[in-house]
């Protein structure tokens, strides 16, 4: 056992350190560092300078434009990102429908998507939920009727984020109706421009425009969409949400977060003195950064344990879990922060998601939003609810 | 020992539940809230008619003479609908004040045209800095002449915006965060050096910012004895403390029916979600917090018409810090429990947390009061 790292890995940190201190766009920095929704623009911009560096899929085999590191260094670059406030990809292309396709998908499939996920040329999103079939996923009832070389797809998927942004969407469909739940869905790419499709807009409680419902009216989709064999889709969706759940656990945004808590505390202005004055408001941040550091090496065993090729089970929904208990514990308190201002919060459409016309300070817009935001933290991915189950029953054999 | 209410109770809570069923379907409010004022002039008026803006005052200045415990029955109805016309801004915290420490000419020129449903008021206490402290005041007040002149800026003072005269806290002598020293005034909203911005809050509701540039008034602006208002605030706003509490209650009473039912219609494989046993414990939890934060609500109000005493400061804070922690639970297991449903803008539910959250920070939060509770203890 040993927690030090290596002259190279330190190196490799310095270089990394630097290359971001370099690169991050200042307008990309700032909306993050504030909590607010990023624009597509920024995002894809940012998202492509880091792939002419090599580094927008650390995960990916070096074959497909991975980048060969180590799970040290891929620690470390995560690591560095949160500590320079820099926005991880949007996960639906790089950690979700990327690795399905390297992984399932056939020789045609994997050089024509995988160098536009990269490019971020297309971008993604992702058709599991449906409006009957939240955490009993396996329910779905989009349908996919094969006709010819398409399959008709026809239905409606749910809570879709950023889908106004999207150029492609993939799908869990139902391509077998008579025989158990699970073994009859496919795993189908699907491009947003295909007549039949048609968005609507959900606004959420932070009043900002994030979630979509996607409906399908007679879209037909070329059969090569297909992923895999039809009817196994669901092995693939599994290995997908496997995936999300660890990526979903936004350690060190959570530890960007705490550092910027601790600075407004240290700063803010409150009744003759400073927030950080205030023994309750400290305990509980320090409450938190205890949890975190726990959290943090409870994966670094994990990525120790992957290191040493011994497979995980459920331990990704443990991550899941504490992840996003400590992001909403985060936000929480950063609204806290605030005091009344918390009250002040307008969404970006109303007034670009800043204060500055008010007399509130000027980080104040942002916690509030993702406060709100984040409350789905705890539902989306499968339920937290949802996650205990599968770690009672698969590593606890409950 | 009661808790039941008297008939003139019942009616009064049967008369504002009606008014909230017939006005405040969840859609009703969603578009009310969406307007550029943010609530009714027409249920305003209604609300006159009824009584219910004279019903805080005392009889002597032309009020029917309800007490805590009447103005936590209608709170508490008004909550379950989330009630967004400016009652707790004009009547209980900016009437309450010129009732409570103005001159005979005051409350004669200003309270008989707030029962009415003329005169809308705010109250401006809070600064940037002063988080829940109410004697942080660092906005000043001058002599000049016959008169004041008011210059500091005030933060998120609800219903600022549309209230016509602005109660307003200003420091006439003393340092910051002194008792002694704190004035009140009463401003017109529109008096000149009046920087007013106002914005949509987080609970659907209106506030304001206000920034005061010299504004000059004149002696007659002065409420109460100069420099001695602390004690009248603190007194003002525990009452108006009491009256979140049960507004928190009945939001909690609304918010717990609906995912009640959400969990008995709701389907996930093949059952309702409410068959399971973590979904019922968590259930159950809410409900209970909710039960606690009733009797929280009932004792606060009854101790508050009993008289004003130390007792009866550690019992509003007793209730604040404990209905925060049940409002913090209570909303956002809500949101929890109706999943994606419950984080959308459209459906009710993430409404009632919204509220729930502000209540729970509105005057302090579950920190603040617990600590109040022990120095006062």
């Not at chain 2, 010299?214 to 409420?223: I, K, P, R, T, Y």
């Amino acid at each position: 056992m040993d927690l030090s790292f290596t002259d190279e890995e330190l190196a490799f940190q310095a270089e990394v350190r630097d290359f971001l201190e370099k690169n991050l766009p200042a307008d990309v920095k700032d909306r993050y560092e504030r909590g607010l929704h990023f624009t597509k623009e920024g995002q894809v911009r940012w998202q492509r300078i880091l792939n002419e560096k090599g580094w927008l899929a650390p995960g990916w085999p070096v074959e497909y434009g991975g980048t060969g590191w180590t799970a040290t260094q891929k620690y470390i670059f995560s690591q560095e990102l949160g500590r320079a406030s820099a926005p991880p990809p949007i996960p639906f292309g790089i950690n979700m429908v990327g690795p399905v396709i390297y992984t399932f998908g056939n020789q045609e499939q994997k050089d024509l998507y995988l160098p536009r996920i990269l490019n971020s040329d297309d971008w993604w999103c992702q058709g599991y939920s449906e409006p009957g079939s939240g955490s009993d996923l396996a329910s779905l009832q989009t349908k996919a009727v094969r006709d010819g070389d398409d399959y008709i797809v026809n239905g409606q998927k749910i809570w879709t984020s950023h889908a106004q942004h999207a150029d492609m969407i993939f799908c869990l469909v139902r391509t077998d109706s008579n025989v158990k739940q699970q073994e009859g869905i496919s795993f189908l790419l699907i491009d947003m421009k295909t007549p039949g499709i048609t968005l609507k807009p959900i606004i959420g409680l932070d009043t900002e425009h994030t979630l979509n419902e996607v409906f399908f009216d007679d879209v037909r989709v070329p059969v090569k969409n297909r992923i895999g064999e039809e009817n196994k889709g669901w092995t693939y969706a599994k290995f997908l949400l496997g995936n999300e759940r660890t990526s979903i656990a936004r350690i060190s945004q959570s530890k960007l977060k705490v550092k910027k808590l601790r600075d407004i505390a240290a700063s803010q202005r409150v009744s003759g003195g400073l927030l950080q004055d205030d023994a309750d408001f400290m305990r509980k941040l320090n409450q938190i950064d205890v949890d975190l550091m726990a959290l943090e090496y409870t994966e670094l065993r994990m990525l120790s344990r992957i290191q040493k090729g011994e497979p995980l089970t459920a331990e990704p929904s443990m991550l899941k879990i504490k992840g996003s208990d400590i992001q909403q514990a985060l936000t929480e308190l950063s609204v806290e922060a605030l005091g009344l201002y918390g009250a002040a919060y307008e969404s970006q459409e109303i007034r670009e998601g800043r204060n500055d016309q008010n007399f509130a300070p000027d980080y104040a817009n942002g916690p509030m939003a993702e406060h709100l935001y984040l409350r789905a933290a705890s539902i989306y991915g499968g339920s937290n609810e949802i996650q205990r189950n599968i770690i009672s029953k698969m590593v606890l054999g409950l | 020992m009661d808790f039941e209410l008297s008939e003139e109770q019942v009616l009064l809570k049967d008369s504002v539940d009606r008014f909230v069923q017939d006005n405040y379907s969840p859609d009703d409010r969603l578009k009310l809230s969406q307007t550029e004022l943010g609530f009714s002039r027409d249920h305003w008026k209604t609300m006159a008619e009824l009584g219910w803006l004279g019903m805080a005052f005392p009889e002597e200045v032309g009020g029917f003479g309800g007490g805590a415990v009447e103005t936590m029955i209608m709170m508490e109805s008004m909550g379950r609908g989330l009630v967004l016309e400016p009652f707790v801004s004009t009547v209980l915290l900016g009437g309450a004040l010129i009732a409570e420490a103005g001159s005979e000419e005051q409350i004669e020129s200003i309270i008989p045209s707030v029962i009415e449903g003329q005169t809308m008021l705010a109250f401006a206490y809070a600064e940037p800095q002063s988080r829940f402290n109410l004697n942080d005041v660092e906005t000043t007040a001058s002599k000049s002449g016959d008169g004041y002149v008011l210059n500091g800026t005030k933060s998120v003072v609800y219903h600022g915006g549309t209230a016509d005269k602005i109660v307003i806290s200003a420091r006439t002598s003393g340092e910051s965060r002194d008792a002694d020293g704190i004035s009140l005034f009463v401003v017109d909203r529109e008096a000149a050096g009046m920087d007013v911005r106002a914005y949509r809050t987080v609970d659907g509701q209106r506030a304001a910012d206000i920034r005061l540039e010299n504004v000059s008034v004149g002696a007659d602006a002065l409420l109460g004895a100069e420099g001695a208002a602390a004690p009248v605030i603190e007194k003002i706003t525990d009452r108006a403390i009491g009256a979140l509490c049960a507004e928190a209650v009945g939001a909690m009473a609304a918010a717990n029916d609906i995912t009640n039912e959400y969990l008995k219609t709701r389907k996930q494989f093949g059952i309702p979600i409410g068959k399971f046993q973590v979904l019922q414990h968590r259930m159950v939890d809410m409900y209970m917090e909710a039960e606690q934060s009733k009797s929280m609500s009932d004792m606060a109000a009854m101790k508050l018409d009993l008289g004003y005493e130390n007792d009866t400061k550690r019992a509003v804070s007793a209730a604040k810090s404990q209905i925060g922690k049940a409002c913090k639970f209570v909303g956002q297991q809500s949101v929890q429990l109706h999943g994606g449903m419950g984080m959308t803008d459209e459906y009710s539910i993430g409404h009632y947390f919204k509220r729930l959250s502000t209540i729970e920070m509105l005057f302090g939060n579950t920190d603040y009061h617990l600590n109040r509770f022990s120095a006062l203890s």
